[in-house]
């Protein structure tokens, strides 16, 4: 097997004529990524959160990972990076209080799953973060309200 030493600024190999940043990278980075073990994945989404994002406090910082570890045998680990974006966000945008442990998490978790269409239910999540269906369905309404997403996007 021969590897490549390929460099941002060269030609990509694909031949397309394009830099190869602005052609395959992010494809041959998303395939590593996707194509890691579990653990790794685990890995890299909590130095995702850790390194790469911005939090507002501690306590979001601790529900990104508490979503990981929730998420991620369960789904696939873009599913599980989609909701810890979408947490990010909303988090940065509105500054929830967290009051109960699981209630974020189980809202995340169904929010991901009514934008990408996954069959989970609020009964479920509910018994699984041991929280109730009623509080789930709140904050799902807030997180999916797009006023705080249209304000986080003005000047």
Not at 55 to 66: K, L
Not at 89 to 96: E, G, R
Not at 121 to 130: I, P
Request: aromatic share 8%.
């Amino acid at each position: 097997m021969v590897i490549l030493d390929i460099g941002r600024n060269s030609l990509c190999p694909c031949g397309s004529g394009k830099k190869y940043k602005k052609c395959c990278l992010h494809k041959d980075e998303q395939r590593d990524f996707l194509h890691s073990t579990s653990k790794e994945t685990n890995q890299l989404l909590h130095k995702y959160i850790d390194l790469e994002l911005k939090w507002e406090s501690d306590d979001y910082i601790s529900t990104a990972h508490n979503i990981v570890k929730s998420m991620h045998t369960e789904y696939e680990a873009e599913t599980v990076a989609a909701a810890v974006n979408l947490w990010n966000k909303y988090s940065n945008a509105t500054q929830p209080v967290i009051r109960k442990a699981g209630i974020m998490e189980a809202s995340i978790e169904y929010s991901i799953a009514m934008i990408m269409e996954l069959p989970i239910t609020q009964a479920t999540l509910a018994t699984k973060y041991n929280v109730s269906a009623g509080t789930i369905s709140k904050r799902v309404q807030e997180i999916l309200d797009n006023d705080w997403f249209l304000d986080q996007e003005r000047p």
